[in-house]
């Protein structure tokens, strides 16, 4: 891959082979960590999950069939 420049900051064109491994559409949010010096570990993010997590610090109890939707929130 290269970098290439995107307004003020970098940017990396992913492999098709990796958006299907990743199974990645458009506006998912990915997760990225130097293992090292020349390795990068990819990991796409489940905005959904990573919510419910947070939000179980707040002690709420939420019904057990309760499944958050992003784009079902939103709907206008």
Known sequence: MQVSKW????AVR????LVEE???QAGDELE???ESPS??????VDVGADFLERIKSFN???PPDYKFDR?????R
Do not use: F, H, M, Y
């Not at 307004?7 to 970098?10: F, H, T, Y």
């Not at 992913?14 to 082979?17: H, R």
């Not at 390795?39 to 796409?44: A, M, P, Q, T, Y």
């Open 60 to 62: 709420w109890t939420l």
């Open 39 to 44: 390795s990068l570990v990819v990991r796409k």
């Open 14 to 17: 992913l492999p098709q082979s």
């Open 7 to 10: 307004g003020d900051g970098l």
């Open 32 to 34: 990225l960590k130097a």
């Open 22 to 24: 990743l199974g990645l």
């Open 71 to 75: 784009e079902e929130a939103n709907a």
